[in-house]
């Protein structure tokens, strides 16, 4: 999943980038809120984790500025304000969650795929599609029964499609899920994670819609 951090704390952006590079997820990092709401409008992003005490507008004015945008696009607040009426503006602003800062880069986690879950439609918290299932908590992959071992792109491709059954996804689509800012992007990398995912969870999971790109089909 590609997720967007605007966070001004070098510290504390590190550590979630750090956390969240391990689980797999694409991260791209920004402390000011101007760059961020530019970034949403010309990128495409499976969540934003965003903070509210921001050096060049609050983080409030950025989140009020995404739904103006009619950008249906997932929120977890964080924020060092820790009286309800802050957690309540944050809430009617256009935030899904909130994390009070100090806070568990466990707990942050777990809240990620807890909205991701829930934004997708999900009730379960293990995917199943077929005779395949993924745990995003453990990152266990598996096919009909069977442990299935995936890189780090394989996975994170497989739970992109996971996560949007029946979506067609084009390559500078995927190739955009994938991977951040300022990283080398081989032309035919899409085409070899899907060619290696093919022959370990089966053929027929992933179609490729000729001239488009790749999906799989819309029943989970």
Request: glycine share 10%; no cysteine.
């Amino acid at each position: 999943m590609r997720l967007l951090l605007i966070e001004d704390d070098p510290l504390l952006g590190q550590g979630i980038k750090d956390a969240l590079d391990r689980d797999g997820d694409t991260l791209d990092w920004l402390t000011q809120g101007r760059q961020g709401i530019s970034a949403i409008k010309t990128s495409e992003f499976d969540l934003l984790i965003l903070d509210l005490g921001l050096p060049d507008i609050d983080g409030l004015e950025v989140l009020r500025q995404i739904r103006a945008g009619q950008i249906d696009l997932p929120v977890i607040v964080l924020t060092a304000r820790d009286q309800v009426s802050d957690r309540v503006k944050g809430l009617d602003s256009g935030a899904d969650d909130y994390l009070i800062k100090p806070f568990d880069l466990n707990e942050l986690r777990a809240r990620i795929r807890a909205l991701l879950r829930r934004h997708s439609g999900f009730s379960s918290p293990v995917l199943k599609h077929g005779e395949l299932e993924v745990d995003p908590s453990s990152r266990e992959v598996l096919h009909a029964g069977q442990p299935i071992q995936l890189s780090r792109r394989e996975y994170a491709l497989l739970l992109e499609f996971m996560h949007h059954p029946g979506r067609v996804f084009t390559r500078d689509q995927l190739n955009e899920k994938l991977y951040g800012w300022g990283e080398e992007v081989e032309s035919n990398s899409i085409e070899v994670h899907i060619h290696h995912l093919r022959k370990k969870i089966g053929s027929q999971f992933i179609r490729t819609i000729r001239g488009v790109g790749y999906r799989i089909e819309g029943s989970h």
